[in-house]
């Protein structure tokens, strides 16, 4: 079997946030360190941070976690052409990729790795984690469809993949809200470090 892969989104400008927000202190480290960490604890076999906006705060923290890093030129069209970054700039032999938002430290491993098992075990080539009904991340593409996201349109994002190839979707319910849970403002950021 080829490599389970991650690409980390990390190039946004934190616009609604107002400074960075994958170096906010979470839980005695960065942000984005914290969900890097996550990820390491689980079976991916590979990690890749897309950088964009403040890479040259970042690429030292990524640099010290040991995970590979990629620069999306075009980070101001939005969050897709990050996506796409990250895609084509995964190793060879990928067999399948979960996408991750920078500011998501409450994915834990045991939920990285039942959407892999998932996978795994059924015949669909998109899986997304669900929680009470609610689609979450990290989304699962199989490498069938890296040339599908090249051609999906910036406006509609990634999540219109799996309206395009609805028939190949697959939910699996967690049961954990954290695959919800984001911070785009530092109201988020309060209230969500007080409660972690």
């Known amino acids: 079997m080829g490599e389970i892969c991650a690409i980390i989104l ?3 400008e934190s616009k609604r946030m107002g400074f960075p927000k994958m170096l906010l202190n979470f839980n005695g480290s960065t942000m984005l360190e914290n969900v890097i960490n996550n990820i390491k604890g689980s079976d991916i076999d590979n990690i890749l941070v897309v950088l964009g906006s403040g890479k040259d705060d970042l690429i030292p923290l990524v640099t010290d976690c040991d995970v590979n890093y990629c620069y999306n030129d075009n980070f101001k069209e939005g969050m ?18 979960l996408i991750f938002q920078g500011d998501q430290p409450f994915i834990h491993r045991d939920v990285i790795n039942n959407v892999i098992r998932f996978y795994r075990n059924s015949e669909k080539g998109i899986v997304i984690p669900v929680c009470n009904n609610k689609r979450g991340h990290p989304l ?13 349109d910036d406006k509609k994002g990634l999540r219109s993949l799996a309206y ?3 028939d190949d979707v697959s939910e699996i319910e967690t049961g954990d809200n954290g695959i919800l849970m984001d911070f785009d403002t530092y109201e988020d950021y309060i209230a969500n470090n007080q409660n972690k």
């Open 164 to 166: 395009l190839f609805s």
């Open 10 to 12: 990390a190039a946004g």
């Open 80 to 97: 897709l052409s990050s996506v796409k970054c990250g895609i084509r700039n995964l190793p060879h032999g990928t067999d399948a990729v």
């Open 140 to 152: 699962l593409a199989d490498r069938k469809y890296f040339d599908e996201i090249e051609k999906l």
